[in-house]
């Protein structure tokens, strides 16, 4: 199946500062998902993303497509404690399947 | 609350054990999906709905599983002889379309 490699696999930061993280496949993807999970609850969806050099923004989350299509990226401005959470990527090509990252780590330390 | 639910949220079963999940998606929502997620790691495909119509299952999918949405609304997946190695959340989403799916809270199983 498909390899998602997201980077940071973890992240420890001060509140008030910036998130980047990052989402790289082996293959190409028609449409990329940002996907936020806490402990013992499902992943919630964020931010989707449908076409190569799309940026798109949900309050203090950007998150772009990459012109490869085969990268995408996410940024959290201004880290507040709430962000805290594990944050999935995922990637669907022509199918219905998508496939998921291996998750970031976000810690923010008050 | 419109939102994916599940149930049960927390399953602990004995090894050779058959257990059901159950998935009620989003209404006016035809698509819908399972996952499966271990510690650790993202969610993985199952299978994947299209109104009452299984349109596709993954590897993952041994025999030992199954899944139906018999009105095209909520859908149930069974387990039969549990292993350990089935230890893992089940996550159930839905979608309108093909791209943004959302994810109910996730059935915990433990197979002891």
């Known amino acids: 199946g498909q390899q998602l490699n997201q980077s940071p696999q973890s992240m420890f930061i001060q509140e008030g500062e910036d998130v980047s993280m990052n989402c790289t496949s082996s293959?190409?993807?028609?449409?990329w998902l940002w996907y936020k999970q806490e402990p013992g609850e499902g992943p919630v969806l964020l931010i989707a993303?449908?076409?190569?050099?799309e940026l798109t923004s949900n309050g203090r989350l950007t998150a772009q497509f990459g012109i490869t299509r085969k990268d995408s990226f996410l940024n959290i401005s201004a880290s507040i404690p709430s962000d805290v959470g594990i944050y999935f990527c995922?990637?669907?090509?022509?199918?219905?399947?998508?496939?998921f990252g291996t998750g970031t780590s976000l810690t923010v330390i008050p | 609350d419109t939102g994916v639910s599940q149930d049960p949220r927390h399953k602990i079963t004995k090894r050779g054990q058959n257990v059901t999940f159950r998935c009620d998606p989003i209404?006016?929502?035809?698509?819908l999906y399972w996952y499966r997620q271990t510690l650790g790691q993202g969610p993985e495909f199952l299978t994947y709905?299209?109104?009452?119509?299984?349109?596709?299952k993954s590897r993952l999918l041994s025999d030992r599983f199954s899944a139906e949405r018999p009105k095209g609304s909520f859908s149930t997946l069974e387990i039969q002889r549990t292993e350990q190695g089935d230890s893992a959340m089940y996550l159930c989403?839905?979608?309108?379309?093909?791209?943004?799916?959302?994810f109910g809270p996730g059935t915990r199983l433990t197979v002891l």
């Open positions: 709905f299209q109104n009452e119509a299984q349109l596709e």
């Open positions: 293959s190409i993807f028609n449409t």
């Open positions: 995922a990637g669907q090509w022509n199918g219905n399947q998508f496939y």
């Open positions: 209404s006016e929502h035809n698509r």
């Open positions: 993303l449908y076409k190569a050099g």
């Open positions: 989403a839905s979608s309108a379309d093909r791209a943004r799916q959302f």
